[in-house]
């Protein structure tokens, strides 16, 4: 059996400390991973900073992190579509309700995957490159193709105009970035928010337009842009991005928004135990402006729902995207993995900076550590 090691959170606000972990054998559905690569996340960060605001249920000592890429070194009974010594990327979801929370877990030497939520790495692309889809592509995935959040045509490899809009805030993020090649492969028309020096990188991504956030005018020169179109839905991914979004909605009445970030920024957290003044301007504020969001989505007949990136797990979205549609579309290069990978160490003792610096902020990039 195989020596693993970790990048253990022992306690809330702690520091990652790298030791020794069991070797898990996987389940007749499961396959173990030897990562090559893993990305980091803002849930990573939240976790970590929040003590037990989110993610309540996780036990310490835990293993954080969701995406890896790596080769295959053991299957399950039942895996029929990898077998050992494959190179594969996986969302691994160690962290949801439900699961072996440190087997599953993505900063570690062998992680436990679920074959549904795999999918080969293409000749040629490297892990660190493949590892920064998984939670990315979940997430919009869920948000896009679900019934109970935007509802849209699933993507094939030849599928038809649909003659309708999606309006994707926050392109240039991971889940933007995923959204929008999903939302142009079932046939949508992508309007995307970016700053100006991503614009380029969105249309090849492609967005037919491509808006700045920032600008004073925004939610009104995106609503010209739409004049006359069927909007089928908008995605708010990034803080602050849910107003101005059901503003658009509420302007061109399409009736369905995504939301993929809170109102609030959890970045400015202090990582210290206790209710802290910070800690409770943050929950008063995120109560607030969301209630106050529903409101008026109720009063214009819109739905606006938060996303949890694993939900596509338990529904037909996932052994869709990760089955049907991903596996093919990146062999071909009509997917192509997005943001850029930017790579700021190797080893596990890597993490806790990687952490760090997404903390101080990224933009247009995800942050890898190489195994």
């Not at 061109?252 to 609030?264: C, L």
Request: aromatic share 6%; proline share 6%.
């Amino acid at each position: 059996m195989p020596d693993n090691f970790a990048a253990w959170l022992d306690a809330p606000y702690a520091d990652l400390v790298v030791r020794d972990a069991p070797y898990t054998a996987p389940g007749p559905d499961e396959m173990v991973i030897r990562n090559r690569a893993v990305a980091v996340n803002p849930l990573d960060i939240v976790k970590q900073g929040s003590g037990d605001l989110m993610y309540r249920w996780l036990p310490y000592p835990l293993v954080l992190g969701t995406d890896v890429a790596g080769e295959v070194v053991e299957v399950g009974s039942s895996i029929t579509r990898f077998r050992v010594g494959d190179r594969v990327l996986a969302y691994v979801v160690g962290m949801e309700k439900g699961r072996r929370h440190n087997a599953e877990g993505g900063f570690q030497l062998y992680s436990v995957a679920r074959e549904i939520l795999a999918a080969p790495v293409p000749d040629g692309m490297a892990f660190a490159d493949a590892a920064v889809l998984p939670l990315g592509l979940s997430t919009a995935s869920s948000a896009l193709f679900q019934s109970d959040q935007l509802g849209l045509r699933h993507p094939t490899a030849s599928t038809p105009p649909t003659g309708q809009s999606v309006v994707v805030w926050g392109g240039s993020t991971s889940v933007g970035s995923n959204a929008i090649q999903l939302a142009v492969a079932a046939g949508y028309d992508v309007v995307a928010t970016a700053s100006p020096k991503n614009h380029e990188r969105m249309r090849e991504l492609g967005a037919s337009a491509v808006f700045d956030y920032s600008s004073p005018t925004v939610v009104s020169d995106i609503v010209a842009q739409l004049a006359g179109s069927s909007v089928a839905g908008l995605l708010a991914v990034g803080t602050g991005s849910a107003e101005p979004v059901v503003a658009i909605a509420a302007r061109t009445g399409a009736k369905r928004v995504a939301m993929a970030s809170p109102s609030v920024s959890f970045d400015s957290l202090p990582q210290r135990s206790g209710l802290t003044p910070e800690l409770a301007r943050v929950g008063v504020k995120l109560v607030g402006s969301n209630m106050a969001l529903q409101a008026r989505c109720l009063a214009r007949g819109i739905r606006a729902r938060f996303i949890w990136g694993s939900t596509l797990m338990d529904n037909e979205v996932g052994p869709m995207v990760w089955g049907d549609f991903l596996p093919a579309a990146l062999a071909d290069g009509r997917f192509v993995a997005a943001p850029t990978a930017e790579v700021v160490g190797h080893g596990l003792e890597s993490v806790q900076s990687a952490l760090d610096a997404l903390r101080r902020g990224v933009s247009a990039k995800k942050l890898v550590v190489t195994l």
